[in-house]
């Protein structure tokens, strides 16, 4: 029997020699090779600067800090994303606002979401889920529909004049959709570098943007860097520096910089970038393939002039309950084939029952969730591995069917 893991980290010798060097350097937290990726990061999207952090999470939390979002103020996500998206939003104190998915799709329905704004709304998180992106045209002509209803509360927002769209990006870093790269789409867009992420430094992300809120670019780093870093005036290594080391503290910031040991295995996971995503997509058109399109859905990630990031191998099986669906994944479990469900909507979860929301509001999403399966993508795959998998769930079916 088979044994296929869901999403191990794809590290080779080079990754192992990069992170030798930077032990062996004698600098192991933020410097020269954190900042060496965030240029990197930034040529790679085509934008200015970049900002690396130890998450998507804090990078997410730290973009609602540096709008000035708090309490008495809502946030619109998607009821189906993992707690991150909404869990930020608590974080600043602004009020968690829920949107469910639109009929068979994994995105949000766009007209609820309109309904959902407020004169409170300041920022919207839509989430590109598997990587593929959401319809960011639909998002802005929202905006700027709903631009008479927006009250600033600071100059940065004032300089926007609408609500902010912050893409939960966590997915979809080297999409692209209508020909423009996820990260030159939204105003502020997040990616994660964590483990079971296309692109991984273990834990990680990174923040680029496409507005400034009236600040330069180099201005707009410089705030990520405070609020990451204790609000402290100079980061560790200009510190180090002989005689360099007075410092201010302008305010009690966060902590939640990248270290340089995490930094070099995001260097050369990115120039090994391109292959990945280029075998990504062979799994997912060999996956294409061989399931029997009769009795599954498969999310689409590749349509004219756009693509997304191959991040999750989404399937829903077609009559599906909840608990046929789990038999099915005891089933392949037991042939060696370790699946997940992305994702269990926000509403099912006790925080966010106690914060007052319930699955019956959601059915969209409910329905979604109830037949969905992923199934193993990643880059350590062979062709084998995933014929195998395919044929598994075809024979499975096939027997559920001839009872
Ligand atoms: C992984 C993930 C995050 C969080 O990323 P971290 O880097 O682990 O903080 C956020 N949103 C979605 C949709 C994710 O899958």
Redo the contacts with the bound molecule.
């Keep these: 029997m088979k044994n296929i893991l869901f999403s191990p980290p794809d590290i080779t010798q080079e990754e192992i020699d990069e992170v030798t060097s930077a032990l062996k350097s004698g600098w192991i937290t933020t410097g020269p090779r954190t900042k060496e990726l965030e240029r990197r990061i930034a040529e790679y999207v085509g934008v200015n600067k970049a900002v690396c952090l130890?998450?998507?999470?804090?990078?997410?939390e730290l973009s609602l800090l540096l709008l000035g979002v708090g309490p008495g103020d809502e946030v619109i996500t998607s009821a189906y994303?993992?707690?991150?998206?909404a869990a930020v939003i608590d974080h600043v104190g602004a009020k968690i606002v829920l949107v469910d998915t639109a009929k068979d799709s994994y995105e949000m329905d766009y007209d609820k979401l309109e309904v959902a704004i407020s004169d409170k709304t300041k920022v919207i998180i839509p989430?590109?889920?598997a990587g593929v992106m959401c319809d960011y045209d639909k998002l802005y002509e929202i905006v700027e529909r709903k631009k008479n209803l927006f009250i600033p509360n600071n100059v940065r927002q004032e300089s926007l004049g609408r609500i902010t769209i912050l893409s939960?990006a966590?997915?979809s870093f080297g999409a692209y959709r209508n020909n423009v790269k996820a990260g030159l789409v939204a105003d502020i867009t997040?990616?994660?570098?964590?483990a079971?992420?296309n692109l991984t430094t273990a834990?990680?992300?990174a923040i680029v943007w496409t507005k400034t809120f009236g600040m330069t670019d180099d201005e707009m780093y410089k705030e990520y860097m405070l609020l990451s870093l204790h609000g402290q005036s100079k980061d560790a290594l200009s510190k180090m520096k002989k005689g360099s080391w007075e410092y201010d503290i302008v305010y009690t910031g966060y902590k939640c910089n990248l270290t340089d040991i995490l930094a070099s295995l995001g260097l050369v996971q990115l120039r090994r970038y391109d292959q990945l995503l280029e075998r990504r997509f062979e799994i997912i058109k060999l996956y294409s393939e061989t399931l029997n399109s009769n009795y599954v859905n498969i999310l689409q990630h590749e349509d004219k002039n756009t693509r997304s990031s191959g991040h999750l191998m989404l399937v829903r099986f077609k009559g599906f309950n909840e608990m046929k669906r789990n038999q099915l994944i005891m089933y392949l479990a037991e042939q060696g084939i370790a699946t997940n469900v992305?994702?269990k909507p926000l509403p099912m979860f006790t925080a966010y029952k106690n914060l007052g929301f319930d699955i019956i509001n959601f059915p969209n999403a409910f329905k979604q969730y109830e037949n969905e399966i992923s199934l193993p993508l990643h880059t350590l795959l062979s062709d084998d591995d995933v014929i195998y998998v395919s044929e598994k769930i075809n024979e499975y079916i096939k027997g559920l069917i001839e009872g």
């Excluded at 130890?54 to 997410?60: D, G, R, Y």
């Excluded at 994303?81 to 998206?85: D, I, L, R």
Aim: aromatic share 14%; net charge negative.
């Design positions: 130890n998450s998507a999470t804090a990078a997410m994303t993992y707690s991150a998206s989430v590109d889920i939960d966590a997915h997040c990616y994660s570098f964590h079971v992420k834990e990680g992300g992305h994702y």
